[in-house]
């Protein structure tokens, strides 16, 4: 299957900072693509999609200050958290899909990123 | 209500037992759906889609009640390898074009000796 790369795979950051994720297809354009969280024993929250070149739809709750997701590319997008706070601290996951009109195209998913913010 | 629902488990089954799994959702206008698994501290992976006739891939034969809203996942002759989180994904269209994939919260299946 395709490759989705995620770095990085954990981080530990102190209360007030900002964290980068980025999120790489390595093998495919990936026209859209999807950052999620999850916390333990809970479900994949969906926090945003991202398509390349336009500003991301963030769901209900997610705060789009705090959450800076950009996609500059067809194969990079990246998820800054802003001023992380302890209650940040979670598994963030990415995905992407290459096709924007099969809605039965799989997406891949990057191998997710720990963040722990002390 | 979820928009996705699953019962969490765990299963707890031996091996060689046959287990099923169900998931509902609650919107309508739903369109595709899948099955992921997803091993302890990792990211899901695709087990398998889901199409309106039923569809099989070896021990996994994966079926879609657009009627009452659910899908399942059956697994036959478990094996040790099969104890994972399993995911349903349901896929719906935003008005507006936008794609939305929504995830169960997991069932877990703990197979043993």
């Known amino acids: 299957g395709a490759v989705v790369s995620q770095h990085p795979s954990w981080v530990i950051c102190k209360s007030g900072t900002s964290v980068k994720i980025e999120c790489r297809s390595l093998?495919?354009?990936?026209?859209?693509m999807f950052w999620y969280r999850q916390f333990p024993k809970q479900s994949l929250m969906l926090m945003a999609t991202?398509?390349?070149?336009?500003?991301?739809?963030?769901e209900q709750g997610v705060e789009k200050d705090k959450f800076l997701i950009n996609h500059a590319s067809l194969t990079l997008s990246t998820l800054t958290v802003t001023s992380a706070h302890p209650e940040d601290s979670s598994f963030y996951i990415c995905?992407?899909?290459?096709?924007?009109?099969?809605?039965?195209?799989?997406?891949?998913f990057g191998q997710g990123t720990r963040l722990t913010v002390v | 209500r979820k928009e996705v629902e699953q019962d969490p488990g765990p299963f707890n089954v031996p091996e060689g037992a046959t287990v099923a799994f169900n998931c509902t959702y609650s919107?309508?206008?739903?369109?595709?759906f899948f099955w992921y698994r997803q091993d302890c501290r990792k990211e899901p992976k695709l087990l398998m889609s889901?199409?309106?006739s039923g569809n099989e891939d070896g021990r996994f034969t994966a079926q879609l009640n657009r009627a009452s809203q659910y899908i399942s996942l059956l697994i036959r002759d478990s094996k040790l390898s099969d104890s994972a989180t399993y995911l349903c994904?349901?896929?719906?269209?935003?008005?507006?074009?936008?794609?939305?994939?929504?995830f169960g919260r997991g069932t877990s299946l703990i197979v043993h000796p």
């Open positions: 994904a349901v896929i719906r269209i935003r008005s507006g074009g936008s794609y939305i994939p929504t």
């Open positions: 991202s398509n390349e070149g336009s500003k991301a739809t963030y």
């Open positions: 995905s992407a899909r290459a096709d924007k009109v099969n809605l039965n195209t799989e997406a891949f």
């Open positions: 093998d495919f354009q990936a026209t859209t």
């Open positions: 889901v199409y309106s």
């Open positions: 919107n309508s206008a739903s369109q595709s």
